[in-house]
């Protein structure tokens, strides 16, 4: 393992499997949340998930013990300042970020560099809240992160070779695939996933088929694992509507431009599996 001890700023889906992922890596890891609550729920997420993969024999119990040892909750981000490495991934909201960046450069030890998860925001917009923008990359782990393979490694115009260099390094010493890619919005896969998944929205719209329809052709029309609806409702819609406003925002492309529905349904908090009820109902 390239870093001993890795902080990971937001304890969501996102930040709770990316945590799972280093600490099976055999890192350090420590999780920043923003309530005590959610940092044990967090915590208690992460023992639910390890107890499913010993039941089902992917890991032993003395495994699971390891790693859940190796995984520690704070609500503080003084907490995070004797990390080598800080992966944030919380709300894709470029304020927020940046904030935090600026935040987190005045506490992590210099040499420390400093990664976020985004999956669509401009890298470098949150390099240059640093005073070390030669040691800012992206590293976007998909959802969920035990489960997917790959993940994208975000090169910005200021990061030096080391940097990337180290940060591609932990991402095959955490038994993933990195993919090199450059500052840009939607970086490889939302920059084609996202036009199509907004297109899927299009066309329930018009009314040219059910969404269960949709989801069967292009199941079974492309070999999808899952049909455009059930991946929204994955992914959450709000978090998508957010990657489609930064696409659009970067590029103007009329394929970027939400679709109304998105929008409405956001609005109604109809927000996919994380509230329940989405474009598919997950109530019952």
């Known amino acids: 393992m390239t870093f001993q001890k890795v902080g990971v700023l937001g304890s969501g889906i996102m930040g709770s499997g990316i945590a799972e ?40 119990q003395v495994d699971a013990d390891s790693l859940r040892s190796r995984v520690s909750a704070t609500t503080r981000l003084t907490d ?15 304020d927020v970020k940046r904030a935090l960046f600026n935040e987190l450069n005045h506490i992590i030890n210099p040499s420390a560099i ?38 994208e490694v975000v090169r910005p115009l200021c990061a030096s070779d080391e940097t990337m260099e180290a940060v591609t390094r932990f991402v095959v010493a955490c038994g993933k695939e990195p993919v090199n890619v450059k500052d840009q919005a939607g970086f490889v896969v939302n920059a084609l996933l ?4 907004n297109n899927a929205v299009r066309l329930l719209d018009q009314g040219v088929a059910t969404k269960e329809d949709i989801d069967t ?68």
């Open 21 to 60: 992922v280093v600490a099976g890596a055999g890192a350090m890891v420590i999780v920043r949340s923003r309530s005590q609550a959610t940092a044990e729920a967090m915590l208690a997420a992460l023992e639910k998930s390890l107890a499913k993969q010993v039941d089902k024999g992917k890991r032993s």
């Open 80 to 94: 995070l300042a004797d990390c080598d490495l800080v992966i944030e991934s919380v709300v894709e909201d470029l």
């Open 114 to 151: 400093l990664a976020t998860n985004t999956s669509t925001l401009s890298v470098i917009e949150l390099a240059m809240e640093t005073s070390r923008p030669e040691r800012v990359c992206g590293v976007h782990f998909f959802n969920p992160a035990p489960a997917m393979t790959i993940v």
């Open 194 to 197: 996202f036009p199509y998944l």
């Open 217 to 284: 052709a292009m199941k079974g029309g492309c070999g999808f694992p899952m049909g455009p609806f059930a991946l929204l409702d994955l992914v959450g819609l709000d978090t998508s509507l957010a990657i489609l406003d930064a696409l659009y925002a970067e590029f103007a492309d009329p394929n970027f431009a939400p679709v109304p529905l998105l929008r409405r349904m956001v609005s109604a908090g109809r927000l996919g599996r994380k509230s329940g009820t989405g474009f598919y109902d997950y109530r019952r």
